[in-house]
């Protein structure tokens, strides 16, 4: 499955984004949903995790109550909403797909997911 991840760009502190992931070639609504991010010199951290129909969801502690993560699979899509953001949610966002959900500590970790999108870049100015 091929992953194209949009809608980055600058924020400012406080304000919204609407990050959109879709996907081609292949049954999308077979695969376990993931954003990740990286920001400058720093590790590739999980954000959240999204299960097949949408029934399971996992987010980053970072991220909770900011963020919210959602698919439509009629459309192959899966979201990252990202509100109040702040100066240190600056990164490459990336969107990312596997078969399995497994254990629910297992659902966002970077190794387990097969496919990666190309990332999309975020900056919230302070």
């Known amino acids: 499955v091929q992953l194209q991840a949009s809608g980055g760009g600058l924020v400012q502190t406080g304000g919204s984004l609407k990050l959109s992931c879709e996907a081609s070639?292949?049954?999308?609504?077979?695969?376990?949903m993931g954003w990740f991010r990286q920001a400058p010199g720093k590790e590739r951290e999980p954000v959240a995790a999204?299960?097949?129909?949408?029934?399971?969801?996992k987010y980053a502690e970072s991220v909770k109550g900011r963020f919210t993560i959602s698919r439509d699979n009629a459309k192959n899509t899966v979201y990252l909403q990202m509100n109040s953001l702040k100066p240190e949610d600056t990164a490459v966002y990336y969107c990312?797909?596997?078969?399995?959900?497994?254990?629910?500590?297992?659902?966002?970790?970077?190794?387990?997911?097969?496919?990666w999108g190309q990332g999309t870049l975020v900056t919230v100015s302070s």
């Open positions: 990312a797909a596997r078969r399995n959900w497994g254990s629910h500590s297992e659902a966002t970790i970077a190794d387990g997911y097969n496919y």
């Open positions: 070639g292949g049954t999308f609504g077979s695969y376990v």
């Open positions: 999204i299960a097949w129909g949408g029934g399971m969801l």
